[in-house]
Antibody, heavy 126, light 107 residues
């Protein structure tokens, strides 16, 4: 069974750091695009970061310079290092697998996220 | 940065209704657009990718269309299990932006 399980969330003071983990089974984190998406209480989905199968990374402007995505291929685990945390980082953080396809008619690549974890909650508060 | 705006933000509908949700991009984009369904306390589920391709296992009452700056998700006959929040997402080389969501509630 393909599964993603997040952990590492909790209550942290503003300015603090936290590392989230996403353990994968049934899929390889090194062979796929792997992403983090968060959802603040009562709010919509916000894409946070992605790492591709070549190790290239990208971040939302709201977290750039503060968050770092990485992976440990030997543990088949994705990580998100959260530094300089602020109250507006409070959210449930989901990891997800991204896939890429090619549309020859339109000559473009398309992407989508088909496997999601249930999420881990991060609360930033003093 | 490209912004995605969904409309409506909220809609009230009855079982059996045909429902259409629109996702507009602030500038022309490729058709790397996906739609997700989310129920309270649950992870999102992929419905549609590449603007119109139905994900495996998703009922055929869901369909996607559009190109350029306007995309739509249509539910041909709303079922009780379809009451949820729906999100569009643009995925390209640079960012994977979500729309703000459309909540579909029972009338």
């Amino acid at each position: 069974e393909v599964q993603l399980v997040e952990s590492g969330g909790g209550l942290i003071q503003p300015g603090g750091s936290l590392r989230l983990s996403c353990a994968a089974s049934g899929l390889s984190v090194s062979s796929n695009y792997m992403s983090w998406v968060r959802q603040a209480p009562g709010k919509g989905l916000e894409w946070v970061s992605v790492i591709d199968n070549g190790g290239n990374t990208n971040y939302a402007d709201s977290v750039k310079g503060r968050f770092t995505i990485s992976r440990d291929n030997s543990k088949n685990t994705l990580y998100l290092q959260l530094n300089s945390l602020r109250a507006d980082d409070t959210a449930v953080y989901h990891c997800a697998r991204g896939l890429r396809g090619y549309a020859p008619r339109g000559d473009y690549y398309y992407y989508f996220m088909d496997v999601w974890g249930k999420g881990t909650a991060v609360t930033v508060s003093s | 940065d490209i912004q995605l705006t969904q409309s409506p933000s909220f809609l009230s509908a009855s079982v059996g209704d045909r429902v259409t949700i629109t996702c507009r991009a602030s500038q022309g984009v490729s058709s790397s657009l996906a739609w997700y369904q989310q129920k309270p306390g649950k992870a999102p589920k992929l419905l549609i990718y590449a603007a119109f391709t139905l994900h495996s296992g998703v009922p055929s009452r869901f369909s996607g269309s559009g190109s350029g700056t306007e995309f739509t998700l249509t539910i041909s006959s709303l079922q009780p299990e379809d009451f949820a929040t729906y999100y569009c997402q643009l995925l390209n080389n640079y960012s994977w932006t979500f729309g703000q969501g459309t909540k579909v509630e029972i009338k």
